[in-house]
C-alpha cells in the first residue's frame, strides 16, 4: 500500500524544538530515498533533507543552517527530522516521501519522489 504517515508538528516558540515522524505501513522504509520537503503558503514545495538508502548519507538544505537532523530507527520503520532554533520562517506543511531509485538523491527534486504523506503543520510563531 506504500503510506507515509507524518506526525510531530505543531505550534512552537521561535527558537524551540520539533521532531517530526514519517511512519511507513506497508514496506520497508530502509529500501528507500526518504525525503523531508516543506512548503509554505504561497510558495513551492522545496527539499529540507534526505537520507539515502544504500549507505545512509545525508543532506540538508542550506536554509537549515545546522538546526535539523534527519535520522532513521529501522527497527520502528520510521525516520525523523529533528528541528531546532526553529524560526518564523520555517513555518509550512512539511511532507515526507519516499522513492526507490534516484541516484542523485542530494538534489532533493520534488518530481523524482513517488509516495507522499499527507503532510504535518510546522507553525512557529510567538
Known amino acids: 500500500q506504500l503510506q507515509l504517515v507524518e506526525s510531530g508538528g505543531g505550534l512552537v516558540q521561535p527558537g524551540g524544538s520539533l521532531r517530526l515522524s514519517c511512519a511507513a505501513i506497508g514496506f520497508t522504509l530502509d529500501y528507500y530515498v526518504i525525503g523531508w520537503f516543506r512548503q509554505a503558503p504561497g510558495k513551492e514545495r522545496e527539499g529540507v533533507s534526505c537520507i539515502s538508502s544504500s549507505d545512509g548519507g545525508t543532506t540538508y538544505a542550506d536554509f537549515t543552517e545546522g538546526r535539523f537532523t534527519i535520522s532513521r530507527d529501522n527497527a520502528k520503520n520510521t525516520v525523523f527530522l529533528q528541528m531546532n532554533s526553529l524560526k518564523p520562517e520555517d513555518t509550512a506543511v512539511y511532507h515526507c516521501?519516499?522513492?526507490?531509485?534516484?541516484?542523485?538523491?542530494?538534489?532533493?527534486?520534488?518530481?523524482?519522489?513517488?509516495?507522499w504523506g499527507q503532510g504535518t503543520q510546522v507553525t512557529v510563531s510567538s
Open positions: 516521501a519516499a522513492t526507490p531509485y534516484y541516484s542523485d538523491w542530494h538534489r532533493m527534486e520534488v518530481n523524482e519522489f513517488e509516495y
